[in-house]
């Protein structure tokens, strides 16, 4: 797809841009809705990318251009950036040229063009995809040398107050710096990281992504209210975020949360981070021993968690999860933000075709639109091409 951004970006700017960058996607193994609790997550990055074919401009001029969306390019003024513009898509990277000025960065103007192949809408981090690659480019053009944990906090600040989007670190730190063959596994309250190798081929396993093509629409308030609902816990509990709940203590902090709070909701959501944060650490320590298959419980553990305390399933993520378990499936979960968007299934690769079609079929059953399945394969991060 590099020619394709070059060309697109010829066809656009009526020049050759000065180089291309690629940020991936990224589907989350497990830690679904900790990392703004200051929790731990382990995404990996998909082989589907964001292509960013960009130029520097002198003229305080920002034009923006996507070869996915109809339209003519955007022009911003760069001194006109602010949050809260609705710009469709290209508040996005907009968001990343005002987070890195807004930095104190000698960020001037640029010619952006974008093309993509991370579906938009199912959960798979299109939009940190998007931040990243115009990050990235900017960086490099600019002599910026920005470390990749700094870029992916400030694409985050970008969504979070440009946008509007209150999401946690995870989808632009995995799409930053993730490794080929490997799962991130992430410390979301100071960055620290390991690649924890997670080559499934090698243990003749499969996972794939069902991306149930139920577009989710995480800025309409809903993952919002449940992050609201989360602060309260922790507010409650008299602790910075819900990070300091250890699991052996969960019990307790329950009973004290009914004590001080009527609120079934704080009460659920906090018993699914505590619980999460532990499935995490069992899923290190067993992908660590080389048990890749026990992993399989563990993952539809948190879709169970996600779908009954933190309710942001929905019946068609249901459907893929429980299809899959019916059909031979390790284990399955949503991935994202929820509300629709994809599922992950771990499968023996003996059993890839027989899930995907038991998938299908029911799909199909319910009259559901047919669902869109492919293989995740674990690759790399952000990078110039």
């Not at 074919?53 to 109809?70: E, I, K």
């Not at 100071?190 to 629409?217: C, E, I, N, Y």
Request: hydrophobic share 45%.
């Amino acid at each position: 797809m590099t020619g394709d951004a070059r060309e697109g970006f010829r066809a656009v700017y009526g020049a050759d841009p000065e180089g291309v960058w690629a940020a991936p996607g990224r589907v989350n193994l497990i830690g679904e809705h900790t990392d703004y609790n200051d929790g731990f997550v382990m995404p990996f990055a998909l082989p589907h990318t964001v292509h960013a074919a960009a130029a520097r401009r002198t003229d305080g001029v920002l034009r923006l251009h996507s070869g996915d969306v109809p339209g003519a390019a955007y022009q911003l003024p760069l001194d006109a950036l602010a949050p809260g513009a609705d710009g469709g898509w290209a508040a996005y990277p907009a968001g990343v040229v005002w987070a890195l000025r807004e930095a104190g960065l000698p960020v001037g103007g640029a010619d952006i063009h974008v093309a993509s192949t991370v579906p938009t809408g199912a959960g798979l981090s299109s939009s940190a995809a998007l931040e990243v690659a115009t990050g990235l480019a900017l960086s490099e053009l600019y002599g910026l040398d920005l470390p990749r944990d700094r870029l992916a906090r400030l694409c985050q600040r970008a969504e979070n107050e440009f946008v509007g989007m209150p999401c946690g670190i995870m989808d632009q730190m995995a799409s930053a710096c993730c490794t080929e063959g490997h799962v991130l596994h992430l410390d979301a309250r100071d960055l620290t990281r390991r690649q924890v190798p997670f080559d499934l081929a090698a243990s003749g396993l499969r996972m794939l992504v069902v991306d149930t093509r139920v577009k989710h629409t995480l800025a309409d308030g809903a993952y919002a209210g449940r992050r609201r609902a989360c602060e309260a816990g922790a507010a409650a509990l008299g602790v910075p975020s819900l990070r300091q709940v250890a699991y052996e203590d969960l019990d307790t902090a329950l009973s004290r949360l009914d004590a001080r709070l009527d609120d079934p909701q704080v009460r659920d959501c906090v018993r699914h981070v505590v619980t999460e944060n532990r499935r995490v650490e069992e899923v290190v320590a067993l992908l660590d021993a080389g048990e890749v298959r026990a992993v399989g419980p563990l993952l539809s553990a948190g879709h169970a968690s996600l779908r009954d305390d933190f309710r942001v399933s929905c019946a068609e993520l249901d459907l893929v999860v429980d299809t899959a378990l019916g059909a031979g499936a390790l284990g399955a979960r949503m991935t994202g933000g929820g509300f629709g968007g994809s599922a992950v299934v771990l499968v023996e690769e003996s059993a890839t075709e027989k899930v995907g079609a038991a998938v299908t079929s029911a799909f199909e059953a319910a009259g559901h639109l047919a669902p869109q399945l492919f293989e995740a394969v674990p690759s790399a991060g952000a990078q110039r091409l």
